[in-house]
């Protein structure tokens, strides 16, 4: 159905980006990549200098930046952003950022006019338990450390940056410590979500469960 929201929350590297957008494509719904605001907004107050801590700064901050969403780009005042994201330097600074209530006040409003206009495949930490907590399929999607750190490695490596393993595998579990033991809006199982290990499984097949699922669900 096409008014269908689907939730994709999990760990880092569980591959939930990846599943969520051929989800959304094969039920010809958008898609909603949450972790790309909380990147934005990071990479933004890191480059301004505007440390990770709640204050008159970073609201005076939050106040002004305008956070935009066109076409899977991401506009920070009129700076598209996109592509200077994906960066291990973001990668570690995002959940310092995404930790503060204010930070995650800024973005509430934003992802939930997503699904404003119909059907949604929204991925990130807390949409399940947050930010849809109405919605109607909800995925917690999960894969080993190993695994994870693994497909981290493989993709950054494809990219050209040859990371040591034990690095990003210390990264990967200091960053599921920091979401999942944030007081605002920590990573966790929906009670209500359905969890899929993916360690063993093909992305596609990851891909034709949920969807199989979805077709359940009205
Ligand atoms: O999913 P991705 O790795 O791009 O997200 C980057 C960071 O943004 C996460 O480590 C997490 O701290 C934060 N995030 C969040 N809530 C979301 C999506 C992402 O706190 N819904």
Avoid at 190 to 212: H, N, P, R, W
């Amino acid at each position: 159905s096409k008014n269908i929201v689907i939730t994709v929350d999990g760990p880092a590297g569980a591959g939930k980006s990846t599943v969520a957008r051929r989800v959304a494509s094969e039920l010809g719904i958008p898609y909603l990549d949450t972790g790309a605001l909380y990147r934005a907004l990071a990479y933004i107050l890191d480059s301004r200098g505007i440390p990770p801590e709640e204050g008159e700064d970073l609201n005076r901050s939050l106040r002004s930046i305008s956070v935009l969403l066109e076409g899977g780009r991401v506009t920070v005042d009129d700076v598209d952003v996109t592509d200077m994201i994906r960066t291990p330097r973001v990668d570690s600074i995002a959940s310092s950022y995404s930790a503060l209530p204010s930070v995650r006040d800024k973005l509430l409003d934003l992802q939930r006019e997503q699904a404003l206009s119909g059907g949604l495949v929204a991925d990130g930490r807390d949409m399940g338990t947050v930010v849809f907590p109405l919605a109607p399929l909800k995925v917690y999607l999960s894969a080993s450390e190993e695994t994870r750190a693994d497909r981290r490695w493989r993709e950054l490596r494809e990219k050209g940056e040859d990371f040591p393993f034990d690095s990003i595998l210390e990264d990967i579990r200091r960053r599921d410590r920091a979401d999942m033991d944030r007081a605002c809006s920590p990573l966790r199982k929906a009670a209500d979500s359905v969890l899929i290990d993916s360690s063993d499984m093909t992305i596609d097949e990851v891909v034709a469960k949920i969807v199989s699922i979805a077709s359940e669900v009205r």
